[in-house]
Nanobody
Framework: QVQLVESGGGLVQAGDSLRLSCAASGRTFSRFGMGWFRQAPGKEREFVARISGSGLRTSYGDSVKGRFTMSRDNAKNTVYLQMSNLNPEDTAVYYC????????????????WGQGTQVTVSS
């Protein structure tokens, strides 16, 4: 069982930066591929970023590519999402998720989810 707790969300202005964190419980954190997803009101959950268990592989959704960077610190059981040049279209609840032994962008392949953190970008 893995418990995930996101933090770092808030209200920012367009063009600002923000860093989200996701702290995980458990001793096998490095075996999990991790992902960030987001969901805006009235929209489907959207893939934002993923990272392999080792941290050597990452990939990003088209809407955030070049602006967001995902990283992880396995010694701290934590993943991060550094977001820059934010715009109002980035407003959403951001979720951290863990997938056992998998590096995937498909939400259904993640077994564990955090409760989400709200990011609001004003224009």
């Amino acid at each position: 069982q893995v418990q995930l707790v996101e933090s770092g969300g808030g209200l920012v202005q367009a063009g600002d930066s923000l860093r989200l964190s996701c702290a995980a419980s458990g001793r096998t954190f490095s075996r999990f591929g991790m992902g960030w997803f987001r969901q805006a009101p009235g929209k489907e959950r959207e893939f934002v970023a993923r990272i392999s268990g080792s941290g050597l592989r990452t990939s990003y959704g088209d809407s955030v590519k070049g602006r967001f960077t995902m990283s992880r610190d396995n010694a701290k059981n934590t993943v991060y999402l550094q977001m820059s040049n934010l715009n109002p279209e980035d407003t959403a609840v951001y979720y951290c998720a863990a997938s056992m032994n998998s590096y995937t962008s498909t939400p259904s392949e993640y077994q564990f989810w955090g409760q989400g953190t709200q990011v609001t970008v004003s224009s």
